[in-house]
């Protein structure tokens, strides 16, 4: 199985800062990566597809980027509906897998 | 709107299966797979396997081989994941997702655009 590989684990910001998550895959992905958030309680909902593609209706401060074993989220300006746990997820090659999370705090 | 509601939560024993729901609405059900993702609490996700609700083809992480059956009813839109077996470590929300894939063979992408409500089953003695 692919193994993905998130940092940091856990991070607070303040709002309106620039916030970074880097996601890492044991062997080659191409850029057949998600990311996903989740706020506690709720399912998990996609922002970007693809590595970089936003989903319709995503605000555009969330943005991804990356190809082959390395990849980052970014958000712009972080705003206090942002509090909740990222995840990525490749699909490469089955088993799908995903990292196992950043939670995004306030600080 | 797309929307995918699942079975209420169950308490099962070790040993025993569990059958979990995922009714969908607001789109054709046959044009789309569907997912089960597990999480345990404080845990990432962990993907299950897909059924084709076109043509019932499953295909299933290796980990769950054997002890998982995923199935579908086009006459109801609604998709099942049965678990046998069950051991403590079963215990998790399950969720059931609608997969988006590319109908151009030159273009490959796979992604999870809406997700039901979550089933939470606990397995205890």
């Known amino acids: 199985d692919i193994q993905m590989t998130q940092s940091p684990s856990s991070l607070s910001a303040s709002v309106g800062d620039r916030v970074t998550i880097t996601c890492q895959a044991n062997?080659?992905?191409?850029?057949?990566l998600n990311w996903y958030q989740q706020r506690p309680g709720n399912a998990p909902k996609l922002l970007i597809y693809?590595?970089?593609t936003l989903e319709t209706g995503v605000p555009s401060r969330f943005s991804g980027s990356g190809s082959g074993t390395s990849f980052s989220f970014t958000i712009s300006s972080l705003q206090p509906e942002d509090i909740a746990t990222y995840y990525c997820?490749?699909?490469?090659?089955?088993?799908?897998?995903f990292g196992q999370g950043t939670k995004v705090g306030i600080k | 709107q797309v929307q995918l509601v699942q079975s209420g939560a169950e308490v099962k024993k070790p040993g025993a299966s569990v059958t979990v729901s995922c009714k969908a609405s607001g789109y054709t059900f046959s044009n789309y797979e569907i997912t089960w993702v597990r999480q345990a609490l404080g845990q990432g996700p962990e993907w299950m396997g897909w059924?084709?609700?076109?043509?019932?083809?499953?295909r299933y992480a290796q980990k769950f081989q054997g002890r998982v059956t995923m199935t579908s009813d086009t006459s109801t839109s609604t998709a099942y994941m049965e678990l046998g077996s069950l051991r403590s470590d079963d215990t998790a929300v399950y969720y059931c997702?609608?997969?988006?894939?590319?109908?151009?063979?030159?273009?490959?992408?796979?992604?999870?655009?809406?997700w039901g409500n979550g089933t939470t089953v606990t397995v205890s003695s």
């Open positions: 693809d590595a970089s």
């Open positions: 059924i084709s609700t076109y043509n019932g083809n499953t």
């Open positions: 062997q080659d992905i191409r850029k057949y």
């Open positions: 997820q490749q699909y490469d090659s089955f088993p799908w897998t």
């Open positions: 997702a609608r997969v988006v894939s590319s109908s151009d063979p030159s273009i490959y992408y796979y992604y999870m655009d809406a």
